[in-house]
């Protein structure tokens, strides 16, 4: 196994499906000597990738970043632009709460890590930006997969789906609005499952990312670096995002081979 997808919602609500996938990972967990850990940067800018020398603390001790790694990355994106907001990886949870899953997996056994918040991609879904002319995109993937051919790595993608509901800034969710969820929310995973980066940034492309899914640059930068890759459905659910049940967070478990 190659890597995985994650949720990054609060346990309390993704835990059932956080476990399942996990869970399923744990051989190749133990096995990794390096882990790629790929977040959401919710307060990113467009097309920004941004590193950290600084380690990730868990209930279990200390995942080590491997600042070699680190250093190689910041020369293909660009030192300045690569640290500019560093000081995300302090508030950010989408990678702290899969760090902790890993460390839990591994039995606390630390292992090195790389963490990596990834900003927006609107330049890509509302405007006219191409991913496969944009540079930075380019020079992350690239640089990753150079250190996946060199070390036994497992990459991570730690992404939610959709975000819908008032609570979000949209209209309410009836049934017909849940099941209409789903089905978008399976047509994406299916493209995630087929290894299909361009076809999984089209689908939400198409719309304008109308159900907000937040998970789109990690996991779609995870999938280019995996490339070529098969992934398995794990696990799927919809978490209550409101007091009325009318606004809903998508979540899925993935497995990449």
């Avoid at 900003?119 to 496969?132: I, L, N, T, W």
């Avoid at 949209?170 to 089905?183: C, F, H, T």
């Avoid at 930068?221 to 009318?246: F, I, K, M, W």
Wanted: hydrophobic share 45%; charged share 20%.
């Amino acid at each position: 196994m190659r890597g995985l997808v994650s949720p990054h919602i609060d346990y309390a609500r993704g835990g059932p499906v956080y476990a399942r996938v996990w869970k399923q990972a744990e051989e190749a967990v133990k096995a990794a000597d390096l882990v790629i850990l790929l977040g959401t940067d919710h307060w990113g800018r467009d097309g920004v990738f941004t590193l950290t020398h600084q380690s990730y603390g868990t209930p279990f001790g200390v995942l080590p970043t491997a600042q070699d790694v680190v250093d190689r990355l910041a020369d293909a994106l660009g030192n300045e632009t690569a640290f500019a907001d560093e000081f995300h990886h302090r508030g950010e949870h989408s990678i702290e709460l899969a760090a902790v899953w890993l460390h839990y997996i591994r039995g606390g056994e630390p292992c090195a890590v790389i963490p990596i918040l990834c900003g927006s991609f609107g330049h890509f879904v509302q405007g006219e930006a191409d991913p496969a002319r944009d540079a930075a995109l380019n020079g992350l993937v690239d640089g990753l997969r150079e250190v996946m051919a060199e070390r036994r790595t497992l990459v991570v993608a730690a992404a939610d789906l959709a975000h819908v509901g008032p609570a979000f800034g949209g209209g309410a969710l009836d049934v017909l609005g849940q099941a209409s969820l789903q089905a978008a929310d399976d047509e994406i995973i299916e493209r995630m499952v087929g290894g299909d980066a361009e076809g999984f940034l089209a689908a939400i492309r198409r719309d304008g990312d109308r159900r907000n899914v937040c998970g789109l640059p990690p996991i779609y930068v995870a999938l280019r670096a995996l490339s070529p890759v098969q992934g398995e459905r794990v696990a799927y659910d919809h978490c209550p995002a409101d007091q009325n049940g009318t606004s809903l967070v998508s979540i899925c478990g993935l497995l990449f081979r």
